[in-house]
């Protein structure tokens, strides 16, 4: 596939994805309409929503500018085709590794807003090591087939902080199975198979797993839920 088909796919993906949690946000403040709109069961989707169209942004920025030779030399006087072409890679790597990291972010925080409210003790109040909270809060909701998911992004997560090889704490080589796929993740190697729209893919799952954690009985019984870093959306 062409660098442009490749730009358009995402740009296509990421807009329909953010207008599906726009539609899921708003049929949720409908049916749980005594929530405040800064209640976390809505923020959760707000910062998902803003991270999916800044990476529209991006990539229409992408495909408009980046990628015209032309841009280049006026904006900075660059001409040298290597040149333009290393930093139109590395603009690209740019989003990709804020889109990673920011969609990871936004549904960790939301998780973290959820233990504190349904498992407190056991999460120290949501600020132990991601990796135990989760685990505990999605068997509490009987929703622990999305635990690989988070899983999954959260190695890939986590391999941003060694320029995309995996160095886990425990220098041991990881497989996981999710959906009925198998992702290896072998110490010191670069995650070949992680881009974009390898990324982008995961997102329905992570708005599915959203809406269900916000419907499920402790969650959506639960008095008010704040957000400790509150978005508008």
């Known amino acids: 596939m062409r660098a442009q088909e490749q730009f358009e796919l995402v740009i296509n993906k990421s807009t329909i994805y953010r207008d599906d949690f726009l539609d899921e946000r708003r049929r949720l403040m409908g049916v749980y309409s005594t929530f405040p709109s800064t209640d976390a069961r809505f923020t959760s989707f707000a910062k998902c929503i803003n991270v999916l169209n800044d990476l529209c942004i991006g990539y229409v920025t992408l495909r408009e500018n980046v990628i015209k030779r032309d841009w280049w030399k006026e904006k900075f006087g660059l001409e040298e085709e290597s040149s333009i072409k290393r930093q139109i890679s590395d603009y690209e790597m740019f989003l990709r ?120 009985p402790a969650i959506s019984s639960a008095g008010p839920i704040r957000d400790l870093a509150s978005v508008q959306q």
């Open 97 to 216: 590794i804020a889109f990673t990291h920011l969609l990871f972010s936004s549904v960790e925080s939301s998780i973290r807003n959820f233990a504190r409210s349904v498992i407190p003790t056991e999460s120290r109040n949501g600020t132990v090591d991601f990796y135990r909270v989760y685990p505990i809060l999605l068997n509490r909701l009987s929703l622990a087939p999305y635990i690989e998911l988070l899983r999954l992004l959260s190695n890939i997560r986590n391999t941003i902080h060694n320029n995309g090889v995996f160095f886990p704490s425990n220098q041991e080589n990881q497989t996981i199975v999710y959906n009925s796929r198998t992702y290896t993740f072998e110490v010191g190697k670069v995650l070949e198979f992680v881009g974009t729209q390898f990324v982008l893919d995961f997102v329905p799952d992570i708005r599915n797993l959203l809406v269900k954690m916000i419907e499920s």
